[in-house]
């Protein structure tokens, strides 16, 4: 019986960290075009031709992805201590 409430507590903040974890992502999609260089630095392709366009978003990845693994390394570092 233990064991199952367990599970379930598990399971439950899963679901808790799902949600936080979509809220953030929609959040930054309704306010992307708010940020002033998101899309717009040197290194981000775009080819458009009759009808069609493609968007290689090359070094906004970069820098996202900076920024994510710094914020998420201080993150770390401070539930060690």
Do not use: E
């Not at 599970?7 to 979509?22: E, K, M, S, T, Y």
């Not at 002033?36 to 031709?49: A, E, K, N, Q, S």
């Amino acid at each position: 019986m233990r064991q199952s409430i367990r599970n379930v507590d598990a399971i439950g903040r899963a679901l808790v960290i799902a949600g936080v974890v979509i809220l953030v992502i929609g959040l930054a999609l309704m306010f992307a075009d708010q940020v002033p260089f998101v899309g717009r630095l040197p290194g981000d392709i775009t080819l458009r031709g009759d009808g069609w366009t493609v968007y290689a978003p090359i070094a906004t990845s970069i820098v996202v992805s900076l920024a994510l693994t710094a914020a998420l390394s201080l993150f770390a570092w401070l539930a060690r201590r």
